[in-house]
């Protein structure tokens, strides 16, 4: 079945133009599998399916990476030219100048726009603290680490906080660096059984459970929350780089809005640092966090800086109807724009649907090329690696320690895929048992 639907897809896409994303994990066996998903448009709706996922024999540079891809697209006969977009986490590995996958599949596809997961550049950029901050996010994680460490400490914090909403402090994970928003978030709501427990099992850290330490935290708690929604506002299937960008966008502005708040002795837009200061800040803090929110910015606005000069060029996608024809001149598409202006009833397709559904229902027949340039360059493309993040989960529960033997791949792509067997094909290609 999943051979069926294998070549389901690669049917699919011999149509016309797609776009990969590429991640890679390790399971419980420690081998390296390679996971990659396709994104293709099927009768004017982008769809979104795994091409192919594979075990790395060796290593994991990009030449191993590169090598198993195209393996892959000479056994179906893919064409590099479909090949629009590629999207990783931005690992040396894959963006290397001289022996990444990037380098190689630029020699085969050197028209293939290179997109770095905009998930996990945010992650990167939330990671940009204050010396004071790092510790105080630090202590925060020691204290946890320290309770959570044993079942006993564990049980104990437990029984301190059978009248609170939570029982139960949330472990930090490097790897998912965001989990500190959530980390955060409960220390805060959970501070008064946690200075409980540590007076008994470890004055030591709870003498560093001073007033400023608390409001350093819930500081935190309040940033990395607005993180936190930004972050999900980017998963799904549906986004794309002009949504996310957006998102970034977004947070951008709305930290600007925090920290001009914040500088006029404002924090109703920071919950929990309004309820732990009790509305009132000394200078010094207003000065730290003020200065921790404009690194934010200048981060953001740096990580991403590439993304903003390619949506620049071609702000018309996203809506045509407000463009110049000096617009589309370096993809000389000026009477097509004309003629997408003269026409009132794309106009009100467009208001109605969007801009998405406009290029991809209505552009194709009446502005071929400027539709073709917004499909490839902004529609197609993936912004993030989330589906093969995603994906990541199911392999887990395929592949458990128990079954760590077994051949993953098959069951895997039937785990995840959106594409139905042809059952009754099959059924026919199977010969019935003959009789003695």
Not at 117 to 125: G, K, T, Y
Not at 139 to 166: G, M, S, W, Y
Request: proline share 2%.
């Amino acid at each position: 079945m999943a051979a069926n639907v294998e070549t389901t897809l690669i049917d699919k896409l011999k149509n016309g133009s797609f776009a990969i994303q590429l991640d890679e994990t390790t399971t419980v066996a420690d081998e390296a599998v390679l996971i990659v998903y396709v994104q293709y448009i099927e009768e004017a709706t982008v769809k979104q399916d795994i091409l192919m996922s594979v075990n790395l024999q060796t290593t994991t540079r990009g030449e191993d990476i590169f090598s198993v891809v195209d393996a892959f697209f000479t056994k179906h006969n893919l064409a590099y030219s479909d090949l629009v977009a590629y999207c990783t986490d931005g690992a040396a590995s894959m963006m290397g100048k001289n022996k990444g996958f990037n380098s190689r599949l630029k020699e085969k596809a050197p028209h293939c726009l290179v997109f770095h997961c905009m998930i996990h550049r945010q992650a990167l950029a939330s990671k940009n603290l204050s010396e004071e901050l790092n510790e105080t996010l630090k202590t925060v994680v020691k204290i946890v680490n320290f309770i959570k460490a044993r079942p006993l400490n564990k049980r104990l914090f437990a029984q301190l906080c059978e009248d609170e909403t939570h029982q139960m402090l949330l472990l930090h994970t490097e790897v998912r660096w965001l989990s500190r928003g959530k980390v955060l978030e409960r220390f805060v709501e959970l501070q008064n059984p946690i200075k409980e427990f540590l007076g008994v099992h470890n004055k030591k850290l709870q003498e560093d459970l001073t007033q400023e330490f608390l409001i350093k935290a819930a500081y935190l708690a309040d940033i990395f929350g607005l993180y936190n929604e930004t972050n999900r506002r980017m998963q799904g299937a549906e986004t794309n780089v002009m949504t996310c960008k957006e998102t970034v966008d977004a947070f951008v502005r709305k930290v600007e809005c925090r920290k001009n708040r914040l500088t006029k002795g404002d924090l109703q837009a920071l919950p929990a640092l309004e309820k732990e200061s009790k509305g009132k800040l000394p200078r010094e803090l207003i000065r730290v966090f003020s200065h921790h929110m404009t690194q934010l910015q200048e981060e953001m606005t740096a990580r991403f800086s590439d993304v903003t000069e390619h949506i620049a060029k071609d702000a018309w996608v996203m809506d045509p109807f407000l463009a110049k024809e000096e617009d589309v001149e370096h993809i000389h598409a000026e009477d097509e724009l004309m003629d997408v202006h003269s026409n009132s009833l794309l106009k009100r397709f467009f208001d109605e649907h969007g801009y998405m559904r406009f290029w991809l229902v209505k552009g194709q027949d009446v502005a071929s090329r400027l539709a073709r340039h917004a499909i490839t360059k902004f529609i197609l493309p993936f912004a993030t690696t989330y589906l093969s993040e995603t994906a990541f989960s199911s392999l887990v529960t395929i592949k458990t320690k128990a079954r760590n033997k077994l051949d993953v791949h098959s069951d895997f792509r039937l785990a995840v895929t959106k594409i139905k067997p042809y059952i009754q094909t099959l059924a026919q290609e199977m010969q019935a048992q003959i009789s003695h």
